[in-house]
């Protein structure tokens, strides 16, 4: 069964500690990205990577770093220097084989900083 | 940068049928996506419009006008699972990348 997974669900961490977010896809896509969701916000670009051992910024990249090793795996490091770090996260793939290139969504974490 | 607006929230009834409009300023469009997002879940992908004109899937259409940077989700025979927020996102020719709208909170009430 493919898909997109993210652990833990919620996530609870105290103010000045970095906490990694994991994504992992079974679905064989190039891309993946990593958004932030805030109540009346919608989604916001972290992070994206389009190949194995790349990743560029994205909207909001201050405070969070990334690594893409393997192709199934994009995990996401929320700093001490992000300073909001409470939100829902949200990993996403696609692929170039699809013809709109549309994205695929996990099911996201919960990050709440005190 | 890019610009997308779509109302907040909307309300309608069972069995209704319900527009929600998108309009986007942006240069190089290629594809507009509408998504449906229940409370605390992920986004599900609903539609896809790069040319002008409607696409209908089933209970959902969407319509796509370039000239004039705007886009509708039309809810068609309103069930009451439909109450989640619809999310607006354009792409831009080039990148892979998406920008999203804030996203429409729909209410379908008894």
């Known amino acids: 069964d493919g898909g997109i997974t993210q652990s833990p669900k919620y996530l609870f961490r105290k103010e000045g500690q970095n906490v990694t977010l994991s994504c992992e896809q079974n679905l064989n896509h190039d891309a993946m990205y990593w958004y932030r969701q805030d109540p009346g916000q919608g989604l916001r670009l972290i992070y994206y990577s389009q190949i194995v051992n790349d990743f560029q910024k994205g909207d909001i990249a201050e405070g969070y770093s990334v690594s893409r090793e393997k192709k199934e795996s994009f995990p996401l490091t929320v700093t001490s220097a992000q300073k909001n770090p409470t939100a829902f996260y949200l990993c996403?793939?696609?692929?170039?084989?699809?013809?709109?290139?549309?994205?695929?969504f996990g099911p996201g974490t919960r990050l709440t900083v005190t | 940068g890019q610009n997308i607006d779509q109302p907040t929230e909307m309300t309608a009834t069972e069995g209704a049928i319900v527009q929600i409009n998108c309009t986007y300023q942006?240069?190089?469009?290629?594809?507009l996506f509408w998504y449906q997002q229940h409370a605390g879940e992920a986004p599900t992908f609903l539609s896809y419009n790069v040319l002008d004109g409607l696409e209908e899937k089933g209970r959902f259409s969407s319509f796509l006008s370039r000239s004039k940077g705007y886009s509708y989700l039309l809810l068609k025979e309103l069930q009451m699972k439909d109450s989640a927020s619809y999310l607006c996102?354009?792409?831009?020719?080039?990148?892979?990348?998406?920008?999203f709208g804030k996203g429409t909170m729909l209410l379908v009430s008894p």
């Open positions: 996403a793939s696609s692929s170039r084989q699809s013809t709109i290139y549309e994205q695929y």
């Open positions: 942006t240069s190089g469009f290629n594809g």
């Open positions: 996102a354009v792409r831009v020719a080039g990148y892979s990348t998406l920008t």
